[in-house]
């Protein structure tokens, strides 16, 4: 007898959850604590700080200020599909009372000790879930955060209806995200890189793909990042190793991101060459 399309959806769902496990397992995330100061030095810009940072940083700065942060006292804010929780213990400590969930087991469990070790552990409330289907209350978040999961949950016609359902009427749901689906030039960097997440799931994303997944959204609103700088994930080992990086490798970064603004500014429609986006959504 063929399975229905929904449980062979849960199945699928449940495989891409048991390699994600392995993934934390095996990648080397643990738990560890956070304070608000080592959480910003964290999603800090690399090329804004001396030492430690992210390549990322500047997406994910502008994503976390959508939201409000720093400042989120008395907010209901959810982390969605949180990983390892490093944003569900900022969001804490920035004064937000958290819920998370991610549909890998290990994941919730390192970001629920880390939150013990963070001391926020009485404001974060961890759980193993699918987002297809969330046991949250009607218009009960003030706000919602992913990083990096847009591209795996635009394939469940689910979550779009479910993450509105649970979000307060003017609030943002706000998506960090990878490249979009359209520039060849990074289709093989992006196979080489996500090889070992393949039977975690996810595709590249089109125009079309964050426009449906906005369909029960009053707004949509994408900021693209990166075109001439994607090379800066070349980099990425160096400031691994270093805790920084070197002046020459500033300099290059710092060139192409002028040019970047130079020439989106001029040619807009080569944003959708960009390497990162951040996708936002307003109910």
């Not at 706000?174 to 359209?182: D, G, I, K, N, T």
């Not at 691994?240 to 070197?246: I, N």
Request: proline share 4%; charged share 25%; hydrophobic share 40%.
């Amino acid at each position: 007898m063929r399975k229905s399309d929904a449980s062979m959806s849960a199945d699928i769902v449940a495989s891409r959850a048991e390699n994600y496990d392995y993934h934390y397992r095996t990648a080397g995330w643990k738990a560890q604590p956070w304070t608000k100061a080592k959480a910003e030095n964290y999603f800090a810009y690399a090329l804004d700080v001396e030492r430690g940072g992210s390549l990322r940083g500047k997406e994910i700065q502008h994503a976390l200020g959508i939201l409000g942060a720093p400042n989120l006292s008395g907010m209901r804010v959810l982390d969605y599909c949180c990983g390892a929780g490093i944003t569900s213990a900022y969001f804490a400590l920035c004064g937000a009372e958290v819920w998370a969930f991610d549909a890998s087991r290990t994941a919730v469990d390192i970001g629920a000790k880390s939150a013990e070790m963070s001391g926020v552990s009485d404001v974060t409330h961890f759980a193993v879930l699918d987002a297809r289907s969330l046991p949250y209350e009607d218009d009960f978040f003030d706000a919602a955060f992913c990083q990096s999961a847009l591209h795996i949950v635009i394939d469940y016609p689910e979550c779009p209806g479910e993450l509105y359902r649970v979000l307060k009427h003017g609030s943002t749901v706000v998506f960090c995200e990878e490249a979009l689906a359209y520039n060849p030039l990074l289709r093989p960097i992006r196979w080489v890189r996500r090889r070992r997440w393949v039977k975690c799931g996810g595709r590249p994303l089109s125009y079309p793909d964050i426009d449906r997944f906005g369909v029960p959204f009053s707004r949509t609103q994408i900021r693209h990042f990166n075109l001439l700088a994607q090379a800066k994930t070349a980099f990425d080992r160096q400031l691994s190793r270093h805790g920084s990086l070197k002046p020459w490798t500033r300099v290059f970064l710092e060139a192409m991101e002028r040019v970047d603004a130079a020439v989106l500014s001029a040619l807009p429609f080569l944003k959708r060459y960009c390497g990162q986006v951040v996708v936002s959504y307003t109910k």
